[in-house]
Every structure is written in C-alpha cells, then in structure tokens.
T-cell receptor
Framework: DVKVTQSSRYLVKRTGEKVFLECVQDMDHENMFWYRQDPGLGLRLIYFSYDVKMKEKGDIPEGYSVSREKKERFSLILESASTNQTSMYLC?????????????FGPGTRLLVL | GDSVTQMEGPVTLSEEAFLTINCTYTATGYPSLFWYVQYPGEGLQLLLKATKADDKGSNKGFEATYRKETTSFHLEKGSVQVSDSAVYFCALTLVAGGTSYGKLTFGQGTILTVHP
C-alpha cells in the first residue's frame, strides 16, 4: 500500500526558530513535493525535487529551503519562522515518466508560529 | 500561466441530493485533469482523473468529463452521502515534453457538507 508519512501532525514554534518538516515515502518515487494549504487559496507549491540532491522552486519558495539527501526523504526547512508561515503543510510524491501525474499525499503537518 | 477555478463554497446538501462542483481551467498545453478529495483531518487522495479530451473519470459514484471546448471538468454525483462530506480540489498538470515533473496546479477547494 502506498504510504507518505510526515514527521508531525501538529507543531507549535516561536518566531525566528528554525523549523524542520520531514517527509518519507516508501514507494521508490522519483518526484517529491511540498505544498502549503491555506483557506481560500487551495494548495500552493513551495518546492519540488525530481531526484536525489535536485530541487526546483515552486510558486512560493520565499522563506523556505529543502533538502533531499536520500530518495525516500524530502525535508522542508523554515530558516527563521514567521507568523505568516502558520499553515498546513502537505508533502506528496509521484513516479517519473508516463505515470508521473498521480501524486500521493501525506496527512499534513499543521504548523502554528507564535 | 496555468490556473484552475472552482465554484466557491461551501456547498451544503441533504443526503441523496445531486451534486455538481464546477471546475474550469486555463492551460497553455494539453493538461491532465484531476479531482482530489480531502476528508477531515487527512491528506489529499486522488478521486478521479482524465488525461485527454472527452475522457470520463469515475470513482465511488463520482464522475467528471474532460471538456476541451469549454475548458471544464465538472464533478458530479447523483446521490451524495454524509460520508462524502470533505473538501474537493480540482487540479491540472502538464505532462507535455516531460519537464513538468507532474507539478499540479490546484483550484482553491470546495467544502462540501452533507446532512442526513
């Protein structure tokens, strides 16, 4: 069964803290994605990775960075958390090639920055 | 750029009512179209998809037809249940040229509540 897991369901952090959100997939997928979900805005792509150590900016990368040292793990880093980064963060993965369009999502991490 | 527009919610229905959630898109190439569903407290799950014009995706009683002439992919269900209460997202991806890496562009989501 396909599985994408995220390290935390809920996180509370202080402004200025460095925050790490971890995502692991067990499907041997090449592509991995980080989105944030806000009411009325849908999901917006922050960063994605199509291979180990490769990354591309999405639509809203400012204030974020990512790391992909192993194929199954994709980390989102908030270098200095701010209150406007309070949101739901969703990780997803997909295959490359002809089947790359179906993304599989983790349960999400709800982050509150105080 | 590419975009997806969904009907605004929330949508509130009684059980066994007919459901339509409108979705229209703009895209420069030939997109694949998706409906994802998010149940309370969970991540998104693929509900159905269509990869070319006139294709119909279907799953769990839901259907959507890829209409290129109207650039639409409306979601329908003939008889909703309380368990269908969720947030529904329309999305597209452009696979042409193989450089999109399957990036999805989402609509804003439509909250559906079904009452007994």
């Amino acid at each position: 069964d396909v599985k994408v897991t995220q390290s935390s369901r809920y996180l509370v952090k202080r402004t200025g803290e460095k925050v790490f959100l971890e995502c692991v997939q067990d499907m041997d997928h090449e592509n991995m994605f980080w989105y944030r979900q806000d009411p009325g805005l849908g999901l917006r792509l922050i960063y994605f990775s199509y291979d180990v150590k490769m990354k591309e900016k999405g639509d809203i990368p400012e204030g974020y960075s990512v790391s992909r040292e192993k194929k199954e793990r994709f980390s989102l880093i908030l270098e200095s958390a701010s209150t406007n980064q309070t949101s739901m963060y969703l990780c997803a993965s997909s295959l490359s090639g002809a089947f790359q369009e179906t993304q599989y999502f983790g349960p999400g991490t709800r982050l509150l920055v105080l | 750029g590419d975009s997806v527009t969904q009907m605004e919610g929330p949508v509130t229905l009684s059980e066994e009512a007919f459901l339509t959630i409108n979705c229209t898109y703009t895209a420069t190439g030939y997109p694949s179209l998706f409906w994802y569903v998010q149940y309370p407290g969970e991540g998104l799950q693929l509900l159905l998809k269509a990869t070319k014009a006139d294709d119909k995706g279907s799953n769990k009683g839901f259907e959507a037809t890829y209409r290129k002439e109207t650039t639409s992919f409306h979601l329908e269900k003939g008889s909703v249940q309380v368990s269908d209460s969720a947030v529904y997202f329309c999305a597209l991806t452009l696979v042409a040229g193989g450089t999109s890496y399957g990036k999805l562009t989402f609509g804003q989501g439509t909250i559906l509540t079904v009452h007994p």
